[in-house]
């Protein structure tokens, strides 16, 4: 079975400090990892992937996440954060080798409050 | 282009009734799915389908019905409403492979009185 977690319910950041949201899985194989993110009274929506590859990845609004296979994790991070960054994240995997219907599995989020 | 589109935005039912939400995707997706979304509880699987006539129970389907007669439309069917499905329900598409991302509405908010 895959899971996710997400272990802050809440990260308070100061506007230009750097950001970290956390995110660890489980799968029983190499895992197809995801983030999005979710404005007020809006669907989710992607931000990046970790497929395979380079262990760094980069996505939309300068967010970027690292996959650490040994302590099975995917934070997501950025640089310097912005007020507008401010949302709830979610963290989701999927198990290539799962079969079936290749659903995903959610994070039960993370809210990013970004302090000006 | 449209994606994800879901009606209506907003609904309040009461105790028993029925009602039907909508969802439609025009990107030509096999994979769609319905999500309940529940303060502290994350997104929850209600019900997924891999393709039209092909339908399955996610997490959390009890109450809930769908059906996939074209590729299109995933609607939701809520059978007899009961106050515990009060929630935002999301509707997500994505294409064939377990490594392409999802796309989803704009979601509903439903309120069972």
């Known amino acids: 079975a895959q899971s996710v977690a997400q272990p802050e319910d809440q990260v308070n950041v100061a506007e230009g400090n750097p950001l970290t949201v956390k995110c660890t899985y489980s799968v029983s194989g190499n895992p197809y990892l995801f983030w999005y993110v979710q404005y007020p009274n809006r669907g989710l929506q992607f931000l990046l992937k970790y497929i395979t590859g380079d262990n760094l990845v980069k996505g939309s609004y300068g967010f970027e996440a690292e996959f650490n296979k040994s302590q099975t994790s995917f934070h997501l991070k950025k640089p310097s954060a912005l007020v507008s960054d401010s949302a709830l994240y979610f963290c989701?995997?999927?198990?290539?080798?799962?079969?079936?219907?290749?659903?995903?599995?959610f994070g039960r989020g993370t809210s990013l409050i970004v302090h000006p | 282009n449209a994606g994800v589109t879901q009606t209506p935005k907003f609904q309040v039912l009461k105790t028993g009734q029925s009602m039907t939400l909508q969802c439609a995707q025009d990107m030509n997706h096999e994979y769609m799915s319905w999500y309940r979304q529940d303060p502290g509880m994350g997104l929850r699987l209600i019900h997924y389908s891999v393709g039209a006539g092909i339908t399955d129970q996610g997490e959390v389907p009890n109450g809930y019905n769908v059906s996939r007669s074209t590729t299109e439309d995933f609607p939701l069917r809520l059978l007899s409403a009961a106050p515990s499905q009060t929630s935002v329900y999301f509707c997500a598409s994505s294409e064939v492979g377990s490594y392409t991302e999802a796309f989803f509405g704009q979601g509903t908010r439903l309120t069972v009185v």
């Open positions: 989701a995997v999927r198990d290539p080798r799962a079969g079936g219907s290749y659903i995903p599995t």
